[in-house]
């Protein structure tokens, strides 16, 4: 025996005697020590018979080279999806059968330095088979770096039908407009956004389905940067083939915003979310199909239908466990009073994949695959089965994770890659007793959290008057109304979204202070009637339409108290045609609006002094005179009668 296959039999003996995997060995991400490290950089998607399995790995360690070795411990196939997850988690329910041990030297690299390793097991069932790759000393001590993957066997062409798989991709950051409507695109998440485009646009002739969040993609477009806005345009150049689902301008609770009778904020959330999609991506968004984040009654499943949903896609975690043996791999339908939508599940075990792959993209999405192709072997070639593969919105896209996924959905012989419309089309429906299989939402669900609805409303009745106002500022009004719609994200905090809210009026306000009336102003009137000039300073750098109302108790006004005008110099001065119905000093209210009420721009208090005299007030006037001047007449009068009879007196003799 050769000293080479003496090695190989010593370690297949050492493999035969440690019967499991150590625990925690080896997870999704590989296990390194000091000494050593391991990557996947590449290897076969699936193995037809005859052929190698081929990995291509990223090998770094301290140890000499000649004294370290690769070796590929491979374990029989795996019976279901349980124990595939016990493997990723360091664990092997049985012994391993073969094991392939090279010395690092005698492996070829290639220009980036990445090992070359192949092996050829004598597998004879189709399945998916572990394998454990660890960097050790040569004869099998000590490892010093390993990693679990898994090889996709497949004897013969495949008969029958293959898994309808469904890839639903978020484009999401968080929200991109701060509560003073300045823009807050996070940086980190545009360049994965960017990485995920490329993956898309790289691997075209894959169909799946892109569920955008529309704020993500309107910070994108108004980006000062090429980088970001560049996703957009590859994005929008790989969608033939591809379908893009509505969804709200921000997550929204469906549950909270109807119960707060938010209705018509849920309209315009749709509304604007559609809008923004057709005018990012040059696409409408399907409507029809919608993604639920959170538990739904039946009055949120009654607006989604008025707003002509037809179809759900809801993750696996929100629903009450299944009564199901295997992998729920068709339609449903929820557990409500109006059950005319569909339902596809988003599975629970693929979607912890997208977790892992931050650590481990390559390794990740090989595993993802190797479960898709589990979830096949449990009923192989099975017509009118599918599956749902959903990430969180939060998400961070991994461009090396995508691309292996995609390459791997095109690849695969067992793997039918489809949108969501070929899944629904596609996909049986699920019956029990010749009924649809119904699913109901986890009771022990948390209830959304309550929703200031007086409040929105508020703010929304205050945006729309000060368009009245402005109708002219399409920018103003639109970071406006992108500010109370990211208020009413589900994901904030109640703190948060009383800062939003609050936003609102001050971006309002700081608007509406760049207009101005006089202040504490007296006018005196000598008349009767007369004009009252009224000077509206206008500093914003655009026209404004406005009404201007006059009130007082006292001080008539016979041209009208309602007054239309529209501010387009700097002053803008109003000639007001008042009575005073007496003379004195009188208070007079004077009000500046937005066209259609709700928001009143300026107020201001003048006063207005009136020294003439009223008709009454001339005729006593007269009266008082005249009555003085009988008055005096008849005094003079006797005064001289007076003085002439004590003349007489002093001349009559004693």
């Known amino acids: 025996m050769s000293e080479r296959a003496f090695r190989v039999a010593a370690t297949a003996l050492l493999v035969a005697i440690v019967t499991v995997l150590p625990a925690g060995a080896g997870r999704a991400t590989a296990q390194d020590t000091n000494e050593g490290r391991l990557r996947l950089v590449d290897q076969t998607y699936w193995r037809a018979p005859g052929t190698a399995f081929s990995l291509l790995l990223e090998v770094r360690t301290t140890a000499p080279v000649a004294d370290v070795e690769l070796a590929a411990v491979v374990y029989p196939k795996l019976r279901n999806r349980s124990e595939l997850t016990m493997t990723i988690d360091g664990r092997n329910p049985r012994n391993a059968f073969r094991v392939f041990a090279t010395p690092l030297a005698e492996l070829p690299t290639d220009p980036n330095g990445y090992v070359t390793l192949e092996v050829n097991p004598d597998l004879a069932a189709d399945g998916v088979y572990p394998v454990r790759i660890e960097l050790r000393e040569k004869g099998g001590g000590q490892v010093y770096a390993s990693l679990v993957t898994h090889l996709v066997n497949v004897t013969a062409p495949v008969s029958g039908d293959p898994l309808h798989t469904a890839l639903v991709l978020p484009i999401a950051a968080p929200p991109s407009v701060a509560p003073d409507g300045q823009p807050s695109l996070d940086a980190a998440r545009a360049r994965a956004i960017g990485d995920l485009a490329s993956s898309i646009e790289s691997h075209a002739g894959v169909p799946l389905t892109l569920w955008p969040t529309p704020d993500t993609l309107a910070a994108l477009d108004e980006s000062s940067r090429d980088v970001d806005r560049t996703p957009l345009a590859m994005i929008g150049s790989a969608l033939a083939g591809r379908q893009v689902i509505a969804a709200p301008y921000v997550p929204v609770s469906n549950e909270a915003m109807v119960a707060a009778g938010l209705e018509s904020e849920l309209t315009a959330q749709l509304t604007r979310g559609v809008d923004t999609v057709r005018s990012t991506l040059g696409v409408s968004p399907d409507t029809h199909t919608r993604v639920v984040e959170e538990r739904i009654d039946d009055a949120a499943m009654a607006q989604l239908t008025a707003e002509d ?251 009208g108290s309602r007054f239309e005008l529209s501010l387009q110099r700097r002053n803008t001065t109003t000639r007001l045609s008042v009575l005073a119905r007496a003379s004195g000093s009188f208070p007079l209210r004077v009000r500046l609006e937005s066209p259609e009420g709700g928001l009143v721009l300026q107020e201001s208090r003048m006063t207005v002094r009136s020294t003439a005299l009223s008709g009454v007030g001339v005729g006593l006037s007269v009266g008082a005179g005249a009555f003085l001047l009988v008055w005096w007449a008849v005094h003079l009068r006797r005064a001289r009668r007076g003085r002439r009879a004590a003349v007489a007196d002093a001349a009559t003799p004693a």
């Not at 005196?524 to 000077?535: F, M, N, S, V, W």
């Open 309 to 559: 949903t037809s179809r759900l896609v809801v993750p696996e975690t929100l629903l009450d466990a299944s009564t199901l043996r295997t992998t729920l791999t068709g339609r449903v339908r929820l557990a409500l009073k109006r059950d005319e939508a569909e339902v596809g599940v988003g599975d629970a075990g693929l979607a912890a994949h997208f977790d892992r792959a931050a650590n481990d993209p390559v390794l990740s999405a090989h595993q993802m695959l190797a479960d898709l192709a589990q979830i096949y072997f449990d009923a192989p070639g099975a017509s009118g089965r599918g599956v749902i593969a959903l990430p969180s919105r939060d998400w961070i896209p991994s461009g090396p994770f995508l691309d292996t996924l995609l390459t791997g959905l095109g690849a695969s012989p067992l793997l039918d890659s489809v949108s969501l419309d070929g899944f629904f089309t596609k996909v049986d429906e699920l019956t029990t007793r010749a009924r649809p299989l119904h699913r109901s939402f986890r009771s022990d669900l948390p209830p959304p959290s309550s929703l200031p609805g007086a409040a929105i409303r508020a703010a929304r009745r205050r945006i729309e008057a000060f368009t009245s106002a402005v109708p002219s500022q399409s920018a103003i009004v639109d970071r406006l109304d992108r500010t109370l719609l990211v208020a009413e994200s589900s994901p904030l905090r109640p703190r948060d979204r009383t800062e939003y809210l609050a936003g609102v009026n001050a971006q309002v306000a700081s608007q509406v202070h760049g207009i101005s009336l006089p202040v504490s102003r007296s006018i005196t009137l000598t008349a009767r009637e007369g004009e009252i000039p009224i000077t509206i300073t206008n500093s914003l750098p655009y026209p404004v339409r406005a009404v201007l109302f006059v009130e007082s108790d006292t001080l008539q006004f016979p041209k």
